[in-house]
């Protein structure tokens, strides 16, 4: 029997042949990295396949062996882009033609009968509350005989602390000073992002607009707190200042009008612009504004540390103003000016949705998006938009979940301030939020984290270590802090979250700090433990 081909493949068969020619170099190279995890992760799952076992066996040890694959390939193939997501992989499931998977009925043209698409296929991993079956949970003697002398390595510092939980049952498996608070660095976006998907939720869009003071000639551009705002002509899915100016245009040529006066208004926000970091890094967070294009970057980087505009919210109104102009509008130099509540809509652009902000934020760890999503936290909350305001409205959403919160404090929501003090426990039970079935809105906390050895900020991590591909967690890094909190299977296929926080008044070599904290996840991806 002859299956013939899906039209799609037809036209990107040339541009896969292309792509798996530039990438076999890499491919060799990726697969002879994780071929060690890889016959593991076969030894694993064999013995379940030669007797009886439960689905939460099956689909956890598939799923050992089916990420180490998928990451290589996945990495192979193509880039990713700032979502988390392969603008490929994206590409190509859009162009499919069937709702379902492969052809298990008679093929088209043989016999008179369409082709009945697949079903979908069902989750591979059972979150906290799913059936345990008869795999094996590790035990905190054997945890503890394995992660203790990494623990007490000393590149780790002069403190540390350390939680692993289990996300089928919800119990933790093993703590080391669990409930004791160090700064977290940047892993306190595990917490912004579980307060901002609670607060506002994950389809919660933020919005920038034009509107026109009613009898007047005058428009206010209204910031709405987006930090992903762009004026580039590529928008990549966020939303464009050029859009808006397409639509203010045209808006304002259907009344007739080609000159007005132009404003910006940031008064969502409260209190001050800037983080304390500001006073000596402009790089890793822009002043924190309602109006902001592009995070303020002075180059044309979307991620990591870039120079800083010290006034994003008139340096967007400016470039507004000359989009504007292009598209036959004049106007005057933009001010600052508050919106009144009888102003007439004009156009409107959206954000991409909250779970993708989240799942950016996390992936690249990107500070601008972290504060923002802790005053739309805010604004969910009732509280001021403010760095204080949105410190606040974390800490009451987290309340309102049950969450373990002892001596736990938030100063942001970026982890960007000293004064943050989270403990392994709170970090853990996040996760575990994250991973109850029952919370589905969730779930962009654990898909965003970066995928060792692969994407954001693990992506030059976890050289030759057998996490590579199968930890995923969130970094944070500071002088003297070293963190690490995620998600884990190990080779009896039961879901770990784990935390780990390091602390040292001398700094220690980070290098070597990272690389231990690296191996402390791997040691829990190779470890039955039972």
Not at 208 to 223: N, S
Not at 258 to 277: A, F, Q, R, W
Not at 293 to 319: F, V
Request: aromatic content about 4%.
């Amino acid at each position: 029997m002859v299956v013939p081909e899906l039209r799609a493949w037809r036209a990107a068969r040339p541009h896969v042949v292309r792509v798996a020619r530039s990438v076999r170099p890499q491919l060799v190279r990726a697969v002879g990295a994780v071929k060690p995890p890889l016959v593991r992760a076969t030894g694993a799952v064999k013995p379940l396949v030669t007797r009886p076992f439960s689905t939460v066996q099956f689909t956890a040890g598939a799923a050992t062996l089916g990420l180490v694959v998928a990451a290589t390939v996945v990495t192979a193939a193509g880039p990713w882009d700032s979502t988390g997501q392969r603008t490929a992989e994206r590409d190509w499931a859009a162009s499919r033609e069937l709702a379902g998977g492969a052809d298990h009925g008679h093929v088209s043209g043989t016999s008179g009968k369409e082709p009945q698409s697949a079903p979908s296929a069902p989750s591979v991993l059972t979150g906290l509350g799913g059936s345990v079956g008869s795999v094996p949970s590790p035990t905190e003697k054997a945890l503890a005989d394995v992660l203790g002398p990494l623990l007490d390595d000393p590149s780790l510092g002069s403190e540390r602390s350390a939680a692993v939980v289990d996300l089928t049952t919800g119990k933790r498996l093993y703590g080391k000073a669990a409930g004791e608070a160090l700064t977290p660095a940047s892993t306190t976006k595990i917490a912004t992002a579980v307060a901002a998907l609670t607060a506002a939720g994950a389809d919660h869009r933020i919005k920038t607009r034009t509107v026109l003071e009613p009898g007047t000639e005058k428009i206010v551009l209204v910031g709405g707190g987006d930090p992903t705002l762009t004026a580039r002509e590529d928008a990549e899915g966020n939303a464009s200042l050029r859009t808006l100016a397409d639509d203010t245009a045209r808006a304002l040529k259907a009344r007739k009008t080609g000159k007005v006066t132009l404003s910006y208004d940031t008064s969502l926000y409260e209190g001050p612009v800037t983080h304390p970091i500001w006073a000596h890094d402009h790089t890793n967070l822009a002043p924190v504004t309602a109006l902001m294009a592009d995070e303020g970057r002075l180059d044309d980087s979307s991620s990591g540390a870039a120079d800083r505009s010290p006034e994003p919210a008139a340096d967007a109104a400016g470039k507004f103003a000359d989009l504007l102009k292009d598209r036959g509008i004049k106007t005057t130099t933009p001010a600052p000016a508050k919106a009144t509540g009888k102003a007439e809509a004009l156009a409107t652009v959206q954000s991409p949705p909250l779970s993708t902000l989240v799942e950016h934020m996390l992936t690249s760890s990107d500070n601008d998006i972290a504060e923002a999503l802790a005053r739309q936290t805010a604004l969910a909350s009732g509280e001021p938009a403010s760095f204080k305001g949105g410190s606040t409205a974390i800490r009451t959403q987290l309340k309102k979940l049950g969450l373990p919160l002892k001596g736990v404090e938030f100063a942001d929501g970026s982890g960007l301030d000293r004064a943050d003090k989270l403990t392994a426990d709170l970090l853990t039970a996040l996760l575990a939020e994250a991973a109850d079935p029952a919370r589905p809105d969730l779930r962009p906390v654990l898909t965003g984290l970066p995928v060792a050895g692969f994407t954001g900020t693990l992506v030059k991590r976890y050289a030759d270590q057998p996490g590579t591909g199968v930890v995923r967690a969130k970094t944070g890094t500071l002088t003297g802090v070293h963190t690490l909190a995620g998600t884990v299977v190990d080779t009896e296929g039961r879901l770990l979250s784990f935390a780990f926080l390091t602390a040292s008044d001398r700094p220690t070599d980070p290098t070597a700090t990272q690389r231990t904290l690296d191996r402390l996840a791997s040691t829990l991806a190779t470890c039955g433990c039972n």
